[in-house]
């Protein structure tokens, strides 16, 4: 149970192009799934929250307008990497929080983002 | 600002030896510690940890968390190949919505 899908695995990109990510979760509903970001050799840092029904919470630092999160169901968050730069590319994570969980996450496989 | 610091960041040893991986955090609100092991794609959950001085078992691997001296370990007993990966720690705040903040990571390199 808990598993958690990405879509793409991978996507190169050309400069100020944009690309839309999906996160599903298979088996649960998630109120919650969040958004996280890898760089080489890095440890994942938060991008931002996405609540169903509700705008996302954005870290500090996190340009909202640049990264758009839609939340529309209980079972799946997008992600679109707007008029996306090289600077973009990385590894984006996202997980979800089954509704009875407390802190609990489950993460996605992830998506390999390349921008040229 | 919230602070989760892993240490050793990298060991390597032999297969069938033990290891333990430390986390400390310095965070406000803590609600839970979680552990992480991250091979090649998304970090697969380990354990989480709420309760100081319980410890949590699954297999070869263990964990146990402090919250007085605001720390966790992991150990994991006679080591295998397949073991070798990055293990996050990451903790929990609030009750709401927030995510996890995550340390830096250990990577664990097991020698045949």
């Known amino acids: 149970g808990a598993v958690v899908s990405q879509h793409p695995s991978w996507v190169i990109c050309k400069s100020g192009t944009s690309v839309k990510i999906e996160c599903r979760s298979l088996?649960?509903?998630?109120?919650?799934m969040f958004w996280y970001r890898q760089f080489p050799k890095q440890s994942l840092m938060l991008m931002a929250t996405?609540?169903?029904?509700?705008?996302?919470?954005?870290e500090q630092g996190v340009e909202k307008d640049k990264f758009l999160i839609n939340h529309a169901s209980l079972t799946l968050s997008t992600l679109t990497v707007t008029s996306a730069h090289p600077e973009d590319s990385s590894f984006y994570i996202c997980?979800?929080?089954?509704?009875?969980?407390?802190?609990?996450?489950?993460f996605g496989p992830g998506t390999r983002l390349t921008v040229l | 600002e919230d602070k989760v610091v892993q240490s050793p960041l990298s060991l390597v040893v032999h297969e069938g030896d033990t290891v333990t991986l430390n986390c400390s955090y310095e965070?406000?609100?803590?609600?839970?510690l979680l552990w992480y092991k991250q091979e090649k794609k998304a970090p697969t959950f380990l354990f989480m940890l709420?309760?100081?001085?319980i410890e949590k078992k699954s297999g070869r691997l263990s964990s146990i968390l402090d919250k007085k001296e605001l720390f966790s370990i992991l150990n994991i007993t006679a080591t295998q190949t397949g073991d070798s990966a990055v293990y996050l720690c990451?903790?929990?705040?609030?009750?709401?919505?927030?995510?996890?903040?995550f340390g830096k990571g250990t990577h664990l390199i097991i020698q045949p």
């Open positions: 088996d649960f509903q998630a109120t919650t």
């Open positions: 997980s979800a929080r089954p509704q009875i969980a407390d802190n609990e996450q489950f």
């Open positions: 996405s609540n169903e029904g509700s705008k996302a919470t954005y």
């Open positions: 965070v406000t609100n803590f609600r839970s």
């Open positions: 990451a903790v929990g705040t609030g009750g709401g919505a927030d995510g996890l903040t």
């Open positions: 709420t309760s100081s001085g």
